[in-house]
C-alpha cells in the first residue's frame, strides 16, 4: 500500500518568505507527527495531531511555525518569515495510534533551503 | 523528560566486522526503545524495537539490541555487517504511559562498512 507521502521534495525559498510543506500520510492512520531534521540537531519533534483531539504543540521552536490537519488526513507545516536557520529536512510520520506501541512511519521529507 | 545520547557520531568499520552502536537514555518514566535506519537518500525506517518482554529483541536482517534498564542502554549490535548496512542509525525513546506520541531521537551514529 502506498505509504506516507510529502511534497515537494525539495523547496528553495529566500529569506523572509512564506513555505508550506504538505504531508499525506498512510490512510487510516489517526496520529500524525511533524519532525524537522537538521545538522548538529538531529531528528527534533515539532508537532503531533491525534484524531479531534487539540495537537501537541509543545516542539514547534517560535509562532512563525503553525500546523494543522485538515479532515483528519492531509497536514501541512506553514512557516512564516523563514530564516536561514529553518534550513533542514522536514519529516512527517503517522501511526494508527498515539502514544506507546504504535509504530510510527516516516515521509521521505521535504528539504528546506533558506537563501 | 526524556533524553537519549549517542556517543558516537561516526563509527568505520570493515565489511564482515562485528560492530557496536551505543544509545544510552534518561528518563524519569518507563520508555520503549527504538532503533531505526536511515539509508542514503532514503527516509526513516524501524529497524528493532523493545515494548516488553524478552530485553534482546533481533530485526531480519541481523541486527540485535538488548534493553539494560538499570544501564539505561539499548545498544545495537550485529556479529558480521555488510556494505549494505552503510546507513545512519537512530535510537529513539517514547514513555510508556500517558498520551505523548512523539520519539525523542538521539543523534544518531553513522556507520561506514568498508571493503
Known amino acids: 500500500g502506498a505509504g506516507v507521502s510529502q511534497s515537494p521534495s525539495n523547496k528553495v525559498t529566500e529569506k523572509g518568505k512564506d513555505v508550506e510543506l504538505r504531508c499525506d500520510p498512510i490512510s487510516g492512520h489517526t496520529a500524525l507527527y511533524w519532525y524537522r531534521q537538521s545538522l548538529g540537531q538531529g531528528l527534533e519533534f515539532l508537532i503531533y495531531f491525534q484524531g479531534n483531539s487539540a495537537p501537541d504543540k509543545s516542539g514547534l521552536p517560535s509562532d512563525r511555525f503553525s500546523a494543522e490537519r485538515t479532515g483528519g488526513s492531509v497536514s501541512t507545516l506553514t512557516i512564516q518569515r523563514t530564516q536561514q536557520e529553518d534550513s533542514a529536512v522536514y519529516l512527517c510520520a503517522s501511526s494508527t495510534q498515539t502514544g506507546g506501541r504504535g509504530e510510527q512511519y516516516f515521509g521521505p521529507g521535504t528539504r528546506l533551503t533558506v537563501t | 523528560a526524556q533524553s537519549v545520547t549517542q556517543l558516537d557520531s561516526q563509527v568505520p568499520v570493515f565489511e564482515e566486522a562485528p560492530v557496536e552502536l551505543r544509545c544510552n537514555y534518561s528518563?524519569?518514566?518507563?520508555?520503549?526503545l527504538f532503533w531505526y535506519v536511515q539509508y542514503p537518500n532514503q527516509g526513516l525506517q524501524l529497524l528493532l524495537k523493545y515494548l516488553s518482554g524478552s530485553t534482546l529483541v533481533k530485526s531480519i536482517n541481523g541486527f540485535e539490541a538488548e534493553f539494560n534498564k538499570s544501564q539505561t542502554s539499548f545498544h545495537l549490535r550485529k556479529p558480521s555487517v555488510h556494505i549494505s548496512d552503510t546507513a545512519e542509525y537512530f535510537c529513539?525513546?517514547?514513555?510508556?504511559?500517558?498520551?505523548?506520541?512523539?520519539?525523542?531521537f538521539g543523534k544518531g551514529t553513522k556507520l561506514s562498512v568498508k571493503p
Open positions: 529513539a525513546v517514547r514513555p510508556s504511559g500517558g498520551s505523548q506520541g512523539n520519539l525523542i
Open positions: 528518563s524519569s518514566v518507563s520508555v520503549y
